[in-house]
């Protein structure tokens, strides 16, 4: 099992651009996150989906849109990137049925906007 | 609001000196907590959940323990290759089980050999 699975894993945007960051997981997962983590602020949760058809914004969801498009697969846009997005983004999942789940990381993707 | 407070920011230790981190919350009803290891460049790795009050979880040279009002990640002997960034969280306050979390900045560990 290759667990979480995120791409690209580096990613240079000029201001205004547009891209989208993939995620994957194979671990029947219900619930999928998606967090950015900068220095001193920690991780903090940017878009949620607790199960496949749905999705929450967390505590930082201002220039971002997500998509699940199923029930492995949960994508973060943005539409018109800005320097303050600059950051690392982890995806994350977690499994069901349980009333606290463990949550599962990915490896990251390192944004630099200029 | 959940808060969780992670101490001290940075440690270095020499190999085989003991030490202990903190993680201090406060949120209404603890249905668990979480610790994380986080290498550089890398992913945060699940190390453990706690569930009560005075319940222990050990792994290799990590026991990780808890009380009403913080959690303790003990190292014992510690080697350089435990040298990493320690993460811990808290389910947020709502009940849900899709469990958004709550996440303390992290304690930046380094073991000297």
């Known amino acids: 099992n290759a667990g979480v699975t995120q791409t690209p894993k580096f990613q240079v945007l000029k201001t205004g651009q547009s891209m989208t960051l993939q995620c994957a997981q194979d671990?029947?997962?219900?619930?999928m996150y998606w967090y950015r983590q900068d220095p001193g602020m920690g991780l903090r949760l940017i878009y949620y989906?607790?199960?496949?058809?749905?999705?929450d914004k967390g505590e930082v969801p201002n220039g971002y849109n997500v998509s699940r498009l199923n029930k492995r697969e949960f994508s973060l846009r943005l539409e018109s990137a800005a320097p303050s997005q600059t950051s690392v983004y982890f995806c994350?999942?977690?499994?069901?049925?349980?009333?606290?789940?463990?949550?599962?990381f990915g490896p990251g993707t390192r944004l630099t906007v200029l | 609001e959940d808060q969780v407070t992670q101490s001290p920011e940075a440690l270095r230790l020499q190999e085989g000196e003991s030490s202990s981190l903190n993680c201090s919350y406060t949120?209404?009803?603890?249905?668990?907590l979480f610790w994380y290891r986080q290498d550089p460049g890398k992913g945060p790795e699940f190390l453990f959940t706690?569930?009560?009050a005075g319940e222990e979880k050990e792994k290799e040279r990590l026991k990780a323990t808890l009380t009403k009002k913080e959690s303790f990640l003990h190292i014992t002997a510690p080697k350089p290759e435990d040298s990493a960034t320690y993460l811990c969280?808290?389910?947020?306050?709502?009940?849900?089980?899709?469990?958004?979390?709550?996440f303390g900045q992290g304690t930046i560990l380094t073991v000297h050999p």
């Open positions: 994350a999942s977690s499994a069901p049925g349980l009333a606290v789940d463990e949550q599962f």
């Open positions: 706690l569930y009560s």
């Open positions: 969280a808290v389910p947020n306050a709502g009940g849900t089980s899709y469990g958004k979390l709550t």
């Open positions: 949120v209404s009803g603890l249905r668990g």
């Open positions: 671990m029947n997962h219900n619930s």
């Open positions: 989906s607790a199960s496949e058809g749905t999705t």
